[in-house]
């Protein structure tokens, strides 16, 4: 009995032993193949770290294929950290090299600023506009003049900048200064480059407070006249080809050297919309009166004023941008001929405009008095030339380019919203209301008559426009060199 109790007992303890055994055996082999895989992995790591050291470029570990296990976010955190613990220290050559490399690009860049850069000794600012025109008439019976005809309308280059920036309240001194092209018609191949602006303006008023600030500048020189509309607006600016008659031929046009004033009060500003309208608007001044690039020649001086009034409304309002103005020259010429003298012949203009802009429609309308003392030769005596002019021109506008939020983004340079704007302009002028066959010398023409225009203005770029517009002459009185005639101008202008 005990030698059955001894046999069972051995049985049971060898067969937990082996069991135990079998189990140990199992969770050993487990234990060896994930340290098996730890080494291949570290393996990995450690020839990628050799291969990077040595080509000096920083890759992640790859994996072989045929390892099933991914790396761990840990995993790959060491990984970066053993890419970048190698750094090559830089030898003394390797700092002189650099240090030649510097050197040889500073020299590069000194001589390319020296030989290849326009500079100046303050800032400065180059700008011009150029026009190229063509031109057509099916009626033109004037003596030597082309029905048509390929011309050069404009050619404008000059330079602005400041004298005097002042950084903290923008009180700044400023200058101009262009010249243009005008032709000469004397048989010959030559032109003239002419004076245009010359002069200094400085700002009384902060121009750094913001927009609700007034504004107020005084100008020294030779420059435009503050009168009505069109005079105003500089060349690239100017919305027809051609321009309102009455302030062309009464010379209002012609730049003059004198001082002005000009300054507005309480403008009304829609952040917003980057919108700002002065309540009021004025002007004075004084110039010499007889026209630029020439010296005075009498002692009389012309004086000059101009208000405008612009309704205080939301940029929403449909009146927004509604202006009324009214300019006044109180001048004096000297005239001498067929025996007669007078230094202090009569030169007064008087003008009243209508601006009304609320894109993508437009209105303007001008009214221009011209008094001007003339000496007529047939009776030898003073006599007054009463001119009277109308303007009106109308124009609607597709296209996003003209609206302030378009004009207060970010853009490219050469990147610009297209816009089409057709308009149409009734111009009419009579160059002496006191006499019916009047021949206007400004203009070669006689008697009262009306342009009636269509136009198309194409803007395909920030500084660049084509323009399109047919004209339609009548004349109250025809001659064999003056009659009813119809012209179509086009034009392309490019500013920079």
Do not use: C
């Not at 004298?163 to 903290?168: H, I, Q, S």
């Amino acid at each position: 009995m005990r030698k059955t109790s001894l046999t069972v007992a051995i049985g049971l303890i060898l067969t937990t032993t082996s069991s135990f055994s079998f189990a140990q055996d199992a969770t050993l082999n487990k234990q060896l193949e994930g340290l098996k895989q730890q080494i291949e992995v570290l393996q990995q790591r450690l020839n990628v770290v050799e291969a990077q050291s040595s080509t000096t470029t920083k890759k992640p570990p790859v994996v072989n294929a045929d390892n099933s296990e991914e790396l761990t976010a840990q995993d790959s955190e060491i990984g970066e950290e053993a890419l970048t613990a190698e750094v090559t220290p830089a030898t003394s050559d390797d700092i002189e090299g650099l240090r030649t490399d510097i050197e040889n690009y500073k020299y590069d860049q000194s001589r390319q600023y020296e030989r290849q850069t326009v500079k100046s000794t303050r800032d400065t600012t180059l700008f011009g506009t150029v026009q190229l025109r063509a031109n057509v008439q099916d009626n033109n019976t004037a003596p030597n003049t082309p029905k048509s005809s390929f011309d050069v309308g404009t050619a404008l280059l000059g330079v602005r900048g400041n004298l005097f920036k002042d950084y903290n309240e923008g009180k700044n001194l400023d200058y101009q200064a262009s010249f243009g092209y005008s032709k000469r018609n004397d048989g010959s191949n030559n032109s003239n480059f002419n004076l245009l602006d010359a002069y200094l303006r400085y700002h009384v008023f902060s121009t750094n407070g913001g927009a609700e600030v007034p504004r107020l500048n005084l100008t020294l020189g030779q420059q435009l006249l503050p009168f009505g509309l069109d005079v105003q607006s500089p060349e690239d600016l100017r919305p027809t080809i051609s321009t309102a008659t009455a302030p062309t031929y009464l010379g209002l046009f012609t730049r003059q050297n004198g001082f002005i004033v000009r300054g507005d009060a309480k403008p009304f500003v829609d952040y917003g919309a980057n919108y700002r309208a002065p309540l009021f608007e004025y002007a004075l001044g004084v110039t010499n009166g007889n026209g630029s690039n020439k010296a005075d020649d009498n002692n009389s001086k012309d004086y000059i004023g101009r208000v405008a009034f612009t309704l205080p409304v939301d940029y929403a309002s449909w009146l927004r941008e509604l202006k009324f103005g009214a300019s006044y020259i109180k001048g004096e010429a000297k005239l001498s001929g067929s025996g007669i003298s007078d230094n202090q012949a009569k030169r007064d203009r008087l003008g009243f405009d209508l601006y009304y802009n609320h894109a993508p429609f437009g209105v303007t309308y001008e009214y221009l008095q011209g008094k001007t003392d003339y000496i007529d030769p047939t009776v030898a005596a003073i006599k007054e030339a009463k001119a009277e002019g109308h303007t009106v021109t109308a124009f609607y506008t597709l296209g996003d380019q003209f609206y302030n939020s378009i004009k207060s983004n970010a853009k490219f340079d050469d990147f610009w919203p297209k816009s089409v704007q057709g308009y149409y302009r009734y111009d009419s002028y009579n160059p002496n209301k006191n006499q019916q066959d009047y021949l206007d010398s400004a203009s070669g023409r006689i008697g009262e008559y009306d342009i009636h225009s269509l136009g198309l203005n194409l803007f395909f770029a920030q500084t660049t426009k084509f323009q399109l517009q047919l004209n339609h002459y009548i004349y109250d009185i025809e001659t064999a060199t003056q009659k009813d005639t119809n012209e179509l101008q086009a034009q392309f202008q490019y500013t920079f």
